[in-house]
């Protein structure tokens, strides 16, 4: 006979984490996400529960299924997924497990979830997001969306991260991850002074060749009819 595993009846529910592509709906009426894995075939809301992706009526999570929602429970490994060339456009969810779940080694897997927590990476080209732009791709009548600056967004159809909050509803937090810093020390007097000069020389070296030029246009040969 199969032993039971043992029952939690915690306090407060667990604090997971995990990885997924915001989505807004076609019409722009409401937010969710979008997950990465078995998740991308349901997209779900800040407050959600799970239904078997396989069309299965029973109820999630199985277990003699992998159907229900799915978080790990270090911040820091959701955070390693997101190094993966195919989730860098992903952003980072904290969520609260509800409902019956399973408890694995490195994770739950879980009836119902709320969302927290949204943490938006850096636009691709290292300054910090201010929006949430179209990405060009969706599923089931929601628009994939993705970070960018003010300076990279272009044309595209965008919403700011408090707007996406409002429309995701159920007091979702959404937040931005600091873009990338330069490092090293701030140049001084003397490296200013060498740019400068650097600079100067160039425009000597340009104006020098545009003076040859116009040297070799004027010295040339009239044609006939301009005598």
Same mark, same amino acid.
């Given at each position: 006979?199969? *032993?039971? #595993?043992?029952?939690?009846?915690?306090?407060?529910? =667990?604090?997971?984490?995990?990885? %997924?592509? *915001?989505?807004?709906?076609?019409?722009?009426?409401?937010?969710?996400?979008?997950?990465?894995?078995?998740? $991308?075939?349901? !997209? /779900?809301?800040?407050?959600?529960?799970?239904?078997?992706? /396989?069309?299965?009526?029973?109820?999630a =999570?199985?277990? +003699?299924c992998?159907?229900?929602?799915?978080?790990?429970h270090?911040?820091?490994?959701?955070?390693?997924?997101?190094?993966?060339?195919? /989730?860098?456009?992903?952003v980072?969810?904290?969520?609260?497990?509800?409902?019956s /779940?399973?408890?694995?080694?490195?994770?739950?897997?879980?009836?119902?979830?709320?969302?927290r927590?949204?943490?938006?990476? !850096?636009? *691709?080209?290292?300054? &910090?997001?201010?929006?949430?732009?179209?990405?060009?791709?969706?599923?089931?009548?929601?628009?994939?969306?993705?970070?960018?600056? @003010?300076?990279?967004?272009g044309? +595209? $159809?965008?919403w700011?991260?408090?707007?996406? &909050?409002? #429309?995701?509803g159920?007091?979702?937090?959404?937040?931005?991850? *600091?873009? %990338?810093?330069?490092?090293?020390?701030? !140049?001084?007097? =003397?490296? #200013?002074? @060498?740019? %400068?000069?650097?600079?100067? $020389?160039? #425009?000597?070296?340009?104006?020098?060749?545009? %003076?040859?030029?116009?040297? &070799?246009?004027?010295? $040339?040969? =009239?044609? !006939?009819?301009?005598?």
């Amino acid at each position: 006979m199969r *032993p039971r #595993l043992p029952e939690e009846r915690p306090e407060e529910p =667990p604090t997971g984490h995990k990885i %997924a592509h *915001p989505v807004i709906d076609a019409d722009g009426g409401r937010a969710g996400f979008l997950g990465v894995s078995l998740g $991308a075939a349901a !997209p /779900y809301r800040v407050l959600d529960e799970a239904r078997c992706v /396989y069309g299965r009526r029973h109820r999630a =999570p199985h277990r +003699r299924c992998d159907c229900g929602f799915h978080c790990v429970h270090e911040r820091a490994v959701a955070e390693g997924l997101l190094v993966s060339e195919q /989730y860098r456009r992903a952003v980072l969810l904290q969520v609260s497990v509800l409902g019956s /779940y399973i408890r694995f080694e490195h994770g739950f897997r879980y009836q119902r979830q709320r969302v927290r927590t949204m943490t938006v990476a !850096p636009c *691709p080209c290292g300054a &910090a997001a201010g929006v949430l732009a179209d990405a060009g791709w969706g599923r089931d009548g929601r628009r994939v969306l993705e970070a960018a600056c @003010a300076g990279c967004v272009g044309g +595209r $159809a965008r919403w700011t991260l408090d707007a996406f &909050a409002r #429309l995701a509803g159920e007091g979702l937090r959404v937040v931005a991850a *600091p873009g %990338a810093r330069l490092t090293g020390a701030a !140049p001084g007097v =003397p490296e #200013l002074v @060498a740019e %400068a000069a650097l600079l100067q $020389a160039r #425009l000597d070296w340009f104006q020098g060749q545009l %003076a040859r030029l116009g040297e &070799a246009m004027g010295g $040339a040969d =009239p044609e !006939p009819g301009e005598r």
